[in-house]
């Protein structure tokens, strides 16, 4: 299965089950000034959680954009380093609001899991809230997971919240052992560690409070459910590898980018650092473009103008002297134009604000580069 056919299994199985097949939502938060950017699926849908809207269904699923890249969820300095982090990505969710609870959400994960995606039972893990005696008796009474795959967490790990306010609630982790061959730096390093080899790959999200400025957690009207699995990561898991660099989508956004800068990819090594961070980089600025947010210095505009600037300091340190980063726009939006329809018309647009960007990157770094040469030969020597 390659990306989109996973994507397109996730909302086909959730649709079968009575699930409402809500498009992606923006990456600018509509009526919600608290947040930069939308950064899980149920964003847009918080207001059906707390009940000051009502929707025509009770079921639904989603393939959310979303962006870590600045307030609470900011992964952004991680992007290069490890295989799973991203500026942008999509987070596959089924939702209920008021309608089922943790027993159908639990084994609607399983059975997509275990059954459609065909992953091995015995490679996964479950992570509980302390406290939730409820959704434990679940995982090992109805799903028959041995009490030695499920581990009880705090509220670090296993209480979710979209932010400081809002609708949140304990939650469930299901965790993906990719096995030995992925060792942890620290042999004693087990599940809740930051260790890769327990790969969380699904959160399910038993939405029940509505938290306060003051904390306080007032009972949502209904108990209800919001899951997010990152699409990028279920994909390496699916397609066995152990980066999230490593699928179809990075694979080619990564081939294209070696043509353009002329290197190799060569993943211990600079190059590949670099690679990884311009390839998620890039795709970050072409969805946010998309969306309508533009390089500026306040706000959603300064995060994106920061994306932009570490890719092409990257691309600086493996050579790049010309603007060219901005011809990766194009094979991007080919790679997605099926699903996101829209980045067909915003394709000149994206392409040009990535090249303004560039441009006057390069000619700062000009500047600064004679300055320096300018006076360098005026300071005293030290000899
Ligand atoms: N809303 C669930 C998650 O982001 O993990």
Same mark, same amino acid.
């Not at 307030?71 to 799973?84: F, I, P, Q, S, W």
């Not at 302390?130 to 090992?140: L, P, R, S, T």
């Not at 990884?276 to 959603?300: C, K, M, T, W, Y």
């Given at each position: 299965m390659?990306?989109?056919?996973?994507?397109?299994?996730?909302?086909?199985?959730?649709?079968?089950?009575?699930?409402?097949?809500?498009?992606?939502?923006?990456?600018?938060?509509?009526?919600?000034? #608290?947040?930069?950017?939308?950064?899980?699926?149920?964003?847009?849908?918080?207001?059906?959680?707390?009940g000051?809207?009502?929707?025509?269904?009770?079921?639904?699923?989603?393939?959310?954009?979303?962006?870590?890249?600045?307030?609470?969820?900011?992964?952004?300095?991680?992007?290069?380093?490890?295989?799973?982090?991203?500026?942008?990505?999509?987070m596959?969710?089924?939702?209920?609001?008021?309608?089922?609870?943790?027993?159908?959400?639990?084994?609607?994960?399983? $059975?997509?899991?275990?059954?459609?995606?065909?992953?091995?039972?015995?490679?996964?893990?479950?992570?509980?809230?302390?406290?939730?005696?409820?959704?434990?008796?679940?995982?090992?009474?109805?799903?028959?997971?041995?009490?030695?795959?499920?581990?009880?967490?705090? $509220?670090?790990?296993?209480?979710?919240?979209?932010?400081d #306010?809002?609708?949140?609630?304990?939650?469930?982790?299901?965790?993906f052992?990719?096995?030995? #061959?992925?060792?942890?730096?620290?042999?004693?390093?087990?599940?809740?560690?930051?260790?890769?080899?327990?790969?969380?790959?699904w959160?399910?999200?038993?939405?029940?409070?509505?938290?306060?400025?003051?904390?306080?957690?007032?009972?949502?009207?209904?108990?209800?459910?919001?899951?997010?699995?990152?699409?990028?990561?279920?994909?390496a898991?699916?397609?066995?590898?152990?980066?999230?660099y490593?699928i179809?989508?990075?694979?080619?956004?990564?081939?294209?980018?070696?043509?353009?800068?002329?290197?190799?990819?060569?993943?211990?090594?600079?190059?590949?650092?670099?690679?990884?961070?311009?390839?998620?980089?890039?795709?970050?600025?072409?969805?946010?473009?998309?969306?309508?947010?533009?390089?500026?210095?306040?706000?959603?505009?300064?995060?994106?103008?920061?994306?932009?600037?570490?890719?092409?300091?990257?691309?600086?340190?493996?050579?790049?002297? $010309?603007?060219?980063?901005?011809?990766?726009?194009?094979?991007?939006?080919?790679?997605?134009?099926?699903?996101?329809?829209?980045?067909?018309?915003?394709?000149?647009?994206?392409?040009? #604000?990535?090249?303004? $960007?560039?441009?006057?990157?390069?000619?700062?770094?000009?500047?600064?580069?004679?300055?320096?040469?300018?006076h360098?030969?005026?300071?005293?020597?030290?000899?």
């Amino acid at each position: 299965m390659n990306t989109k056919d996973i994507r397109d299994t996730f909302l086909g199985y959730f649709v079968s089950n009575g699930h409402r097949l809500v498009p992606s939502s923006s990456l600018i938060p509509q009526n919600d000034p #608290t947040l930069l950017f939308t950064n899980a699926g149920m964003v847009q849908f918080k207001k059906i959680f707390t009940g000051e809207e009502k929707a025509d269904y009770t079921r639904a699923c989603t393939s959310q954009k979303c962006v870590r890249a600045g307030g609470k969820h900011n992964d952004l300095e991680n992007v290069g380093y490890t295989a799973r982090h991203h500026t942008f990505f999509e987070m596959l969710g089924n939702f209920s609001f008021g309608d089922y609870f943790k027993k159908d959400a639990i084994r609607f994960a399983w $059975e997509l899991l275990t059954g459609q995606f065909k992953l091995p039972p015995g490679r996964l893990w479950i992570t509980v809230f302390n406290d939730d005696d409820e959704a434990y008796k679940i995982w090992q009474n109805d799903i028959k997971v041995p009490s030695s795959h499920i581990v009880r967490m705090g $509220e670090k790990d296993n209480f979710w919240s979209m932010r400081d #306010t809002g609708p949140c609630g304990p939650c469930s982790e299901i965790i993906f052992d990719q096995g030995e #061959t992925v060792p942890c730096d620290n042999p004693e390093d087990g599940i809740g560690s930051d260790c890769d080899r327990y790969l969380e790959i699904w959160n399910l999200v038993f939405m029940q409070y509505n938290k306060q400025q003051d904390s306080t957690l007032v009972p949502l009207p209904k108990p209800s459910i919001d899951t997010g699995m990152g699409l990028e990561r279920i994909s390496a898991v699916l397609s066995g590898v152990t980066s999230n660099y490593d699928i179809d989508i990075f694979k080619s956004i990564i081939a294209a980018l070696s043509d353009i800068l002329h290197i190799r990819y060569d993943r211990d090594k600079l190059t590949g650092t670099a690679l990884r961070v311009i390839a998620d980089h890039i795709r970050a600025a072409v969805f946010l473009i998309n969306d309508g947010v533009f390089p500026s210095n306040e706000q959603r505009g300064y995060v994106l103008r920061r994306i932009i600037r570490r890719a092409l300091r990257y691309a600086f340190m493996v050579g790049m002297r $010309e603007p060219v980063l901005y011809t990766s726009a194009s094979p991007i939006v080919k790679l997605y134009s099926d699903t996101y329809t829209e980045l067909n018309a915003h394709e000149n647009i994206i392409g040009s #604000t990535i090249k303004d $960007e560039e441009t006057k990157f390069l000619m700062t770094l000009e500047r600064g580069l004679s300055f320096i040469d300018e006076h360098l030969h005026t300071l005293p020597s030290s000899g």
